[in-house]
Antibody, heavy 123, light 106 residues
């Protein structure tokens, strides 16, 4: 059973850079058929996909956040990370890490999630 | 981006009832539609993928149907532990989510 756990600061100031880490246990992050994603949910809004990172280091970001996002993977620690720069109050959200898989189907889905970590951006 | 509209936004039902949620996409997404259950403070749980395939370990009272732009999630014989928010998500183009449907058990 795959387990994902987010970690990082809960309170940030505007203009700062957020750094979050997701630690994966119960499986290897190096499985080439999977990718690892960050998703967030701001108060009262729908969940928002932030981007994907593959074990190779390749990334794919939501165009609406692309200019501020960097994702990376550390296979030696079985972790992947999110950096989000130039924070504003609009970045206040619960941030989730997840695995995107597809198994034998061409449809992809998020089949394992962390519990989420609340990040508040406030001066 | 592809917009997903879920209805109803909230629903109250009793143990043993049958409930149905709908998710409408702003364009044809074939069968690239997944359903999740989310309880506050917990990790979201994948229920249905590819519109109608039941994720391993999910009770058979959950089922999904639809293709194109209209999809449904049905829960038969409702259990108390089914109280949660249910989200649809499309993976056809740049993953997006619906706003969610909250299910309260009376």
């Amino acid at each position: 059973q795959l387990h994902l756990q987010e970690s990082g600061p809960g309170l940030m100031k505007p203009s700062e850079t957020l750094s979050l880490t997701c630690t994966v246990s119960g499986g290897s992050i190096s499985n080439s058929s999977d990718s690892w994603v960050w998703i967030r949910q701001s108060p009262g809004k729908a969940m928002e996909w932030i981007g994907n990172v593959f074990s190779s280091g390749s990334t794919y970001y939501n165009p609406s956040l692309k200019s501020r996002v960097t994702m990376s993977v550390d296979t030696s620690k079985n972790q992947f990370s999110l950096n989000l720069k130039s924070l504003t109050a609009a970045d206040t959200a619960i941030y989730y890490c997840a695995r995107e898989g597809g198994g034998s189907t061409p449809v992809t889905y998020f089949d394992s999630w962390g519990q989420g970590t609340l990040v508040t951006v406030s001066s | 981006d592809i917009r997903l509209t879920q209805s109803p936004s909230s629903l109250s039902a009793s143990v043993g009832d049958r409930v149905t949620f709908t998710c409408r996409a702003s364009q044809n997404i074939r069968n690239n539609l997944n359903w999740y259950q989310h309880k506050p403070g917990k990790a979201p749980r994948l229920l249905i993928y590819a519109a109608s395939s039941l994720q391993s370990g999910v009770p058979s009272r959950f089922s999904g149907s639809g293709t194109g732009a209209d999809f449904t999630l049905t829960i038969t014989s409702l259990q108390r532990e089914d109280g949660a928010i249910y989200y649809c998500q499309q993976s056809f183009s740049r993953n997006t989510f619906g706003q969610g449907s909250k299910l309260e058990i009376k």
